[in-house]
C-alpha cells in the first residue's frame, strides 16, 4: 500500500488469521525485511484501527524464540520433546513413505487429517488440506470444536443468510447478547454495542456467570448451565399468550406459528422457573420487553451450544425475532455466522469430487476415541497428520488422547509454530509460516467484509505455507490433479466466487490495496433489514418455525464438503427445551459424587491455546484459576487463592481458587488454552467428548465436576 | 491485566486518549482521567495516543507507579464516562515540556 518517507519502510495490509469472528483488517509495517509494527487498519468500518489484547504485538510473535524454523524428526519417548533437525526433504521422504507403505498395507482411511482454524485463511486455514486428503482417500475427519451445531440449527431455521448485520445494532434499541462474552471474543462488535448502549439501548447479556461482558449489561440474567431452551421456549409463551407476537409478519415470512404455539403453550415463566432458576417475573419481563422495544437484536453466540440440548435452544432462540417481527427493522433481527453469505467456493477448495464412496468418518472432538480404538472403525487410524489446531488442549476427554498419542505404532504428523502439547507427540514436525509470511484471504465469521492478507515478509529459517508443505507433499504422492499446483494467490483467484454479485467490482489488486472491501449488495448498515419481507435463505423463502422430517447434519465445510454418512438422525420437528446430560437435576447419581457444573470460557488473554506459551500473555491473563463461590469453597475448606484440583472420572486439572459471587453456587468457572506441559492437567481432561443434540456439537458445558484441595 | 492512567497526566489531560478507546473505558477528573479496569480490554490502542507517557499496561508500570492501580480502579467509578476529546488542561503544554516531551 503506502510508502512512507523512510524508503526502508513499507507497509501492507493485513488480516488477523486467528479464530474470532472480528477477522480484524490489519497494517503490517515493514522495515529492512522485518516487520517491525502490527495495528489496526484505521479505515476499516469494524476494526477502527483497533486490534485486542492478543493480537496488539502480533509483530513480536513472528520472531518469537520458540518458533519452529526447521523440519524436525523425533529421537525420543513420544510425548518427551526430544527432536533433532532434518531436512525438508527427508522430513517429505519420510512422510510419503510411510504413507505409501500404510495406505498398501491397510488402505488410505488408515490415515487422518486433523486440522480446525488456528488459521482463518481460505489458502491455509480449515481447508486448505481437505483437497489433498481427499485425493488420497483418506477417512474424512468432521470438526465440530465451536460452532456447528449452532450452524445446523440456524441453517434449519432461516437457511444460509448473514442475518442482521453486526454494525447495524448501532440502530438497536434493544440487545441480547446470548451466551457470548463480547469484551473478550467479539471485541469490536461490543464496541459498536457499547455506543448503542451509550445513545439509550438496554443490553441485556444471558450466561450463566458474570462474564466481563455481562458486568456492564443492564440486565444479567444467569440460568443455570444448559437451560437457556427452557428461557427461550418461556419468552414464546409469554409472547403468544399475551399477543405480542407480530401477527402480520407471521402469516407472511414464517412456517409451523400453529404448531410451535402449540408446543409453546406449556412452556411456561413458572415452568421455566424451575429449570433456569430465573424468576418468572423475569422471564414475563424479558419477553416483553423483548417483543416490545424494537428494533430488537440477538448476538447468538457460540457457548450456546456447549450442552446437550444447546442447538434445540439455538433454534428456539432463531425463531424469536420473526415471532416478533424484529427483523423488519433496521438493528432488528439475529447474527449466527454471517460466513453464509460469503462468496467462498468451498467445492473447488476441498475437492469433494475426489472422495471415494464409502469414505469413513470420524470427529475431532472424540479423537481420543478413535485412537484408542473405541470406535469401531472400519479402519482403524494409523497415521494422523495435525496442523492448525491443538488436540491435546482443545478437544475433550484430553487424557484419551494423549494415551492414543503415546501409540508407537502410530506415525503423527504436526505442522506448526511451536512444539504445542500434541506437536509434542509427532513423529515428524513441520515449521509453519505465520500469518504476514504468506498470501491469504481471512474468512470471517462476523461481519460482511473480504479481508486480505499480503504476504510481506519472508517465513523464519525453513519454514513454508501449510498450503507450500500441501503442494510438496501432492507432488511427492504423485497426485496431478491441476489445484495441487496453484499458487497461494492462484488458490485465491480460484477458491472465490468473483462473479457473484458480492463481489462486484471487487478483485484481488482492489483488496491488495485497500485490505478489505464491504460484500456488495448487503446494503448500507444503516438501512439494510435484510428480512423485512421475509426472503430467508431457506427452500421456501420462510423462516421455520418448524421443520418435518429434519434429520441431522453437520455443515459441509465443516466435514470436509463430504455428504457421506451424516449424523442422519430425526429430530423434532419443533424447537424445545432439551435437558443436559450432565445436571444435578438430570443425572443425580453422577452429581453425588461430582456436584457442580463447569464452565469453560475463553481466557481474555489468549486465543485457544494460542498465546498460552508467551510469558507476557502469561503474566497478563494470570495463571489458570477456577472462580467458586463461596458456599461451594466452604463447606470444601477452600480459601481464596488456594491451589485446587478440579476432577470428574473422566480427568483432573488444577488451578488458583478465585471465591467470587460472579458464579452461582454450584458453577464452577475456569477458562480455557493453558498449556499442558506447562501446567498440571488443562480444561478438556474433564469435559466429556460426547455429542450435543445437533450438528455434533460439543459438550463442554454439559459437564459434572468437583473440587477440592490439591494435595 | 488492565491499563491505567498515572500522575503524568495531572493537569495535562490531553484526552486525545478517549479517542482510541473502543470500549469507553476512560473517566474524567477534574485534572486527569482514569481508565475503568473493569471495562478496559487491555488492547492499547490509547498508549500512543499519550504525548506525555501517562497511560501503561500493567505489565510494564514501574514499581513508583503502583499505586495508581487503586487510584484508577477508585477513581474511575466514581467519575462520568469521556469518549469524547475535549479541550487540555490550562497550561498543559508548560507541564508537558516540563516534563520532558
Known sequence: MNKPADLNVETFHGGCPHDCPDTCSMVFTVKDKKLISVTGNPDHPMTQGGLCVKLKDYEQRHYHPDRLLYPMKRTGPKGT???????????L????????????????QAIMPNSYLGHQGLVHGLNGGDAFFNRMGATVTERTFCGEGSC????MTVGP????DPESFIHS??????ACNSASTNLHHWAIVKKAQAKGAKIVVIDSYASKTAKQSDWHIAPKPGTDGALAMAMM???????????????????GFTELAERAKTRTPEWAEKITG?????????????????????????????TYGGSQAIRAVTCLPALIGAWRHVGGGAIQFPVWEHPYKFDVMCRPDLIPEGTQVVNNLQLGRVLLGEMDLKTPIKSMMVWNTNPLTQAPETDKIAKGLEREDLFTIVADHFITDTAAYADIILPAAMGA??????LSWGHLYLTYNEKCIEAPGEAISNMEIFRRLAKLMGYEEENFKWSDHECLENFVDWDASTCEGIDLDYLREHGYARLKDFGDKDVRARHAKGEFATETGKCHFMVKGAKNFVAGPFRQMYEGFQPGEDLDSLPDYVESRETPTTNPELAAKFPLNIISPKSHGFLNSCYANDTRKIKGQGEQSILLNKLDAETRDIKDGSVIKVFNGRGSFKGVAKISEDVNAGIVVATLGYWRQLNDGTVNCTSFAEFGDMGHSPTFSDNLVNVGLAL | MTTLVTDNCQRCRFTECVTACPVSAFHAGEDMLFINPDVCVDCGACIPKCPVQAIYEDLDLPDELEEWIDINERRAKKLPIITKKESAYEGAEDRKKTLGF
Open chain 1, 237 to 255: 409463551q409469554v409472547i403468544i399468550e399475551e399477543n405480542l407476537q407480530d401477527q402480520d409478519y407471521i402469516d407472511n415470512y414464517t412456517e
Open chain 1, 437 to 442: 509470511e504468506m498470501e491469504d484471504m481471512i
Open chain 1, 81 to 91: 520433546k526430544q527432536f533433532e533437525r532434518i531436512t525438508w526433504d527427508e522430513a
Open chain 1, 93 to 108: 521422504d519420510t512422510i510419503t513413505t510411510k504413507w505409501k507403505k500404510i495406505i498398501a498395507e491397510d488402505g488410505p
Open chain 1, 152 to 155: 445446523t440449527a440456524w441453517l
Open chain 1, 161 to 164: 443468510t448473514a442475518g442482521v
Open chain 1, 173 to 178: 434499541k434493544y440487545i441480547v447478547i446470548w
Open chain 1, 278 to 306: 430465573i424468576p418468572a417475573e423475569d422471564i414475563r419481563k424479558l419477553a416483553r420487553e423483548y417483543a416490545t422495544s424494537q428494533p430488537s437484536a440477538i448476538r447468538i453466540g457460540v457457548a450456546l451450544e456447549r
